[in-house]
């Protein structure tokens, strides 16, 4: 358990990395969208992806194109909580609150994957 604490909070002590994070608590999600919603460039984006993929904080698979990133399905319960937090703290962050606004109004490459998921999402809500 100690390690997947440390290993949570070494990925949540970086702006980015919290963005993205919570960016995927809403929706899986490309490099390009990232690099649409941070205003980052693509090296950057990948870096970080590749850092939270490692400690297993995201997993990618492939839609054709694009590696389509996301939050694990089945994760721990320290990741859990910690997303959770996340969520919860940045809600009257104006950085984060952009995003979502930038999220809700992306119109880079689409793969089907992450916007059928998003379509689905948005019906049940």
């Known amino acids: 358990m100690a390690g997947d604490l440390i290993q949570i909070y ?5 702006r980015t990395r919290l963005r993205i994070l919570h ?7 490309c490099v390009c969208h990232f ?5 980052e460039p693509q090296v950057k984006i990948s870096k970080h992806l590749a850092y939270l993929r490692k400690r297993k904080m995201v997993v990618a ?11 694990p399905v089945k994760r721990s319960r320290e990741l ?3 997303l959770k937090c996340l969520q919860d703290c940045v809600q009257s962050d104006a950085v984060f ?14 793969p089907a994957a992450v916007f059928s998921t998003r379509k689905k999402e948005s019906a049940k809500q």
């Not at 070494?10 to 970086?14: E, K, L, M, R, S």
């Not at 960016?23 to 999600?29: I, T, Y």
């Not at 690099?35 to 205003?39: A, D, F, H, R, T």
């Not at 952009?98 to 880079?108: E, I, P, S, V």
């Open 10 to 14: 070494q990925c949540f002590c970086d």
């Open 23 to 29: 960016l995927l608590a809403k929706s899986p999600l």
């Open 35 to 39: 690099q649409e919603i941070l205003g």
């Open 61 to 71: 698979k492939r839609d054709r194109n694009w590696m389509i990133y996301s939050i």
């Open 80 to 82: 859990e909580t910690n």
């Open 97 to 110: 609150n952009r995003d979502l606004a930038k999220l809700g109004k992306l119109a880079c490459c689409e």
